[in-house]
C-alpha cells in the first residue's frame, strides 16, 4: 500500500486540519459538479447522509484517476432539517431565510470521508453534530446579518460557528472536526489501520 496521501479538496482550511495533526500531504481539487451530482440524488429522494457520502466518495474518485498510485481523501458535508438539504444562501435575503427556517431549532451537519485507492472506494464514513440555535427575533437576525455582512453567503446554515455566529446557539452537540466536516479521528484511526501514517 503507498503511503502518499492526497486531499481531494480546495480548502486551504480542511489541508491546514490535516498538516496540523502532522499528516504530510498534498492537495488536489476534484473537477465534479456538485450540484449537478446532488440534483438527481435529491430528486430520487436520497437521504442528506447518502448525499454527504456520494459527494465525499465522488471527489475521491476524480483525484484518484489523476493519481491512481495514491491515498485520496475525500470529503463534503449536507446540512439538514428534517428532510430539508439547505444549501449556501445565494444573497443576504436567502441568508435571512435560513436563519429564520432554523431559528428555535435543532439542525445536523453530516459529515462524510472517504478513502479511494487507484479508483477503488478503500473506506468511507459518515459522523454527524447536532446544534440547536436559540430563538430569535427578526431584529437580532437582520442585526447579525449586517454585522457578518457577506461572510453570511460562505457557509450553508448563514454561520461561522468560529466567529459571530457562535451567538446564534445554546447547544452544540458533536465533536469539533465533525462540524468543520472532516471528521478527524476516525480518518487517522484507518490511515493508520493502511499504514498510510506511523502507528
Known amino acids: 500500500m503507498t503511503t502518499k496521501i492526497i486531499l481531494a479538496s480546495s480548502s486551504p482550511f480542511r489541508r491546514m486540519l490535516m498538516e496540523n495533526a502532522g499528516l504530510s500531504l498534498e492537495a488536489h481539487a476534484a473537477r465534479i459538479d456538485e450540484r449537478a451530482l446532488e440534483a438527481p440524488l435529491e430528486k430520487a429522494?436520497?437521504?442528506?447522509?447518502?448525499?454527504?457520502?456520494?459527494?465525499?466518495?465522488?471527489?475521491?474518485?476524480?483525484?484518484?484517476?489523476?493519481?491512481?498510485?495514491?491515498?485520496?481523501?475525500?470529503s463534503d458535508q449536507t446540512m439538514s432539517l428534517g428532510d430539508r438539504v439547505f444549501h449556501k444562501p445565494k444573497d443576504m435575503a436567502d441568508a435571512a431565510s435560513h436563519l429564520h427556517a432554523l431559528k428555535g431549532k435543532t439542525h445536523r451537519l453530516n459529515s462524510a470521508v472517504a478513502i479511494v485507492n487507484n479508483g477503488v472506494v478503500l473506506w468511507e464514513h459518515l459522523a454527524h453534530a447536532e446544534l440547536t440555535m436559540r430563538p430569535l427575533t427578526t431584529d437580532f437576525i437582520a442585526g447579525h446579518l449586517a454585522r457578518v455582512g457577506n461572510r453570511a453567503l460562505s457557509s450553508v446554515g448563514a454561520y461561522q460557528l468560529e466567529g459571530q455566529g457562535i451567538q446564534l446557539f445554546e447547544k452544540i452537540e458533536g465533536d469539533y472536526f465533525t462540524i468543520l466536516g472532516?471528521?478527524?479521528?476516525?480518518?487517522?484511526?484507518?490511515?493508520?489501520?493502511?499504514g498510510a501514517i506511523d502507528g
Open 182 to 194: 472532516l471528521p478527524m479521528l476516525p480518518l487517522l484511526k484507518k490511515l493508520r489501520e493502511l
Open 45 to 74: 429522494g436520497a437521504t442528506p447522509d447518502a448525499v454527504a457520502l456520494a459527494l465525499a466518495r465522488a471527489k475521491a474518485e476524480d483525484v484518484s484517476r489523476r493519481f491512481s498510485d495514491s491515498l485520496v481523501i475525500g
